[in-house]
């Protein structure tokens, strides 16, 4: 189980949990078909994104696996939401978790989902105990694989054609990290 105290702080960030308040920030990435081109929902309409809204604002803890910890990605010196990092517990005999992140492209380039993605390393390693945490891009997401591998995690699979997303077949890329590469290159 895992109930993390919050805010976590980083050198540039805040990561808290997502509140009421952030519809408009939420959405302003959430409507938008470049973020949505290799994730399995959205582009979102209002009504969609309110629903994700909600599920967020409720995703604060792991109590048990199946569980997902979304937090809200703020740049702490002028108080913008850039995007949103998650974790997710996937197994408790195995311990292994999930990582995942999403940001505005208003604020790409500038190691902010690095930054924050970290953190979900540290509390799945640190806080619950995990013994190896993926990541999984659909193949031809550099950036979220070029994060990935610049975090250390290494490039475990390339499944081919392996899911049928958004009318068309999608290759599927998986990275990961053991509990022993964490205690290495822990940032
Ligand atoms: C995946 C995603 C979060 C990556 O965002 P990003 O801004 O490229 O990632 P980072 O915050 O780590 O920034 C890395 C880039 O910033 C640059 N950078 C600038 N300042 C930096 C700093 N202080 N520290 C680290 N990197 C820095 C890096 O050189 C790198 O550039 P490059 O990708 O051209 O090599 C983003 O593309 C996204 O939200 N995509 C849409 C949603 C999505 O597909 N999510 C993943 C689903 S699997």
């Known amino acids: 189980m895992l109930r993390p105290e919050y805010p976590i ?9 997502f509140a009421e308040t952030d519809f408009d920030a939420l959405h302003a990435y959430q409507k938008l078909p ?14 969609e994104t309110a629903e994700a809204l909600e599920r967020r604002i409720a995703r604060t803890s792991l109590e048990k696996a199946g569980d997902v910890l979304v937090l809200a990605v703020v740049l702490r010196e002028t108080g913008e939401l850039l995007g949103e990092v998650n974790l997710c ?7 292994q978790g999930e990582f995942g992140f999403v940001f ?30 993926i990541g999984r891009c659909e193949a031809r997401n550099t950036a979220s694989a070029r994060l ?3 975090l250390g995690l290494r490039r475990e699979a390339h499944f081919v054609q392996n899911e049928f997303v958004k009318g068309e077949w999608n290759d599927e890329v998986v990275f990961a990290m053991l509990a022993t590469e964490w205690a290495d290159a822990r940032p």
């Open 104 to 133: 505005n492209p208003a604020f790409h380039g500038n190691g902010y989902a690095g930054e924050a993605a970290v953190e979900m390393l540290r509390l799945g390693f640190d806080g619950l105990g995990l013994h190896r945490i």
């Open 34 to 47: 470049e973020v949505a081109r290799y994730l399995y929902e959205g582009p979102r309409e209002p009504a």
């Open 9 to 17: 702080e980083t050198a540039r960030l805040t990561l808290r949990p």
């Open 148 to 150: 990935m591998a610049r």
């Open 89 to 95: 517990w996937l197994s408790e005999s195995n311990r």
